[in-house]
């Protein structure tokens, strides 16, 4: 739950909704241009019936990659970022997961602060390491947490 107390509701994001999608990461400053291949699945959230953001998994094996975080403007610094990372990691440990990966520019303290550490890109196991996102965020910090 968000600090708000009301639930959070994760939705598997339908095909036309992606374009929505595109346009929230573009404003947010994350790469899009991946969106409609195989293998990222996302998911919009609500609360209250209202949408609070998006998340995506791509998972390669034992191994998934965080991505496509992001928080609608005005509900951030309101617990409901820590609250859909939870809900995706969930995700990815049914998909049988055991560590994840992430990619960040400026939230290191945030994901620091839900497990996650820093890790060195040549660790990166080679299925993540191939993903698009990894090619179109060459500066940003990778994450990772064993599950």
Known sequence: ????????????????????????????????????ADGPLFWRFERDDMPVGFAGIEVHGADALLRSLVTLPPLRLQGV???????????????????????????????????????????????IAATAPFAGLAAATVMMKQM
């Open 81 to 127: 970022g820590g609250a859909m990372v939870d809900k995706m990691e969930t995700e990815a440990r049914a998909r049988g997961a055991r560590a994840i990966y992430l990619l960040t520019g400026d939230l290191v303290e945030f994901f620091a602060k839900l497990g996650y550490a820093p890790c060195a890109r040549e660790r990166v196991p080679a299925a």
């Open 1 to 36: 739950m968000s600090r708000s107390g009301a639930p959070l509701f994760a939705q598997p994001l339908a095909t036309f909704e992606r374009d929505g999608l595109k346009a929230t990461l573009a404003r947010a400053g994350l790469p899009a241009d991946d969106l409609d």
